[in-house]
Nanobody, 118 residues
Framework: QVQLVESGGGLVQAGGSLRLSCAASGSIFSINAMGWYRQAPGKQRELVATITSGGSTNYADSAKGRFTISRDNAKNTVYLQMNSLKPEDTAVYYC????????????WGQGTQVTVSS
């Protein structure tokens, strides 16, 4: 059974930094894209950043210049380095992976809370 486990969330002051990690485990044959999404209270889940197995990245406009997504394919892990955090970055951050175990599918982590105080 595939699992995505996130870590690294927490409370930080505006202007601070956090690094999120997400490790995929289980009977994984291959991982295609991995990414981070977030959902603030009362809002829809939105894309933050994605990265392909080849390292191509895509960022939401709100994340460009402040956040950096990276991955370690050997560890099946994706990271999100978040700098210059703003109160509006407060949300639950979810890891996502497009991967193949017995079949290709879309998997989500349980989410990690990021709170940025002003």
């Amino acid at each position: 059974q595939v699992q995505l486990v996130e870590s690294g969330g927490g409370l930080v002051q505006a202007g601070g930094s956090l690094r999120l990690s997400c490790a995929a485990s289980g009977s994984i044959f291959s991982i295609n894209a991995m990414g981070w999404y977030r959902q603030a209270p009362g809002k829809q889940r939105e894309l933050v950043a994605t990265i392909t197995s080849g390292g191509s990245t895509n960022y939401a406009d709100s994340a460009k210049g402040r956040f950096t997504i990276s991955r370690d394919n050997a560890k099946n892990t994706v990271y999100l380095q978040m700098n210059s955090l703003k109160p509006e970055d407060t949300a639950v951050y979810y890891c996502n992976a497009d991967l193949t175990d017995t079949d290709r599918g879309d998997y989500w982590g349980q989410g990690t809370q990021v709170t940025v105080s002003s």
